[in-house]
């Protein structure tokens, strides 16, 4: 298990930079890391599960309320905790 941030910051538009599907019931694999974004500043990448958004875990969370709470206010701060890719743990 990886964090990235406090530091990595929400955009206006694209939050954190990165774009991530519900894999299966309850899991979220980041399946793009826009270059220059917050996230790829700070080391995410592709296939590493996202677990909590700011210490909230993301498993019982629909795919709209993930969404809120990546989209936090301009140039706030935001803590994800990422886990191993998904391929390396099934």
């Known amino acids: 298990m990886k964090e990235a941030g406090p530091g990595l910051k929400y955009f ?3 939050g954190p930079g990165l774009k991530y ?3 299966s019931n309850w899991d ?3 399946c793009e890391v826009f ?3 917050a996230a790829h500043l700070h080391g995410v990448k592709p296939g590493e599960r996202l677990l909590k ?3 909230k ?3 019982p969370l629909s795919a709209t309320q993930v969404q809120r709470l990546l989209m936090g206010p301009h ?3 935001m803590k ?3 886990g191993s890719p998904y391929f390396l743990t099934n």
């Open 12 to 14: 206006k538009e694209a």
């Open 35 to 37: 270059p220059g974004g």
């Open 75 to 77: 140039e706030s701060n």
């Open 80 to 82: 994800l905790t990422l």
């Open 57 to 59: 875990d993301v498993a």
């Open 21 to 23: 599907f519900k894999f």
């Open 28 to 30: 979220y694999v980041i």
């Open 53 to 55: 958004i700011d210490d």
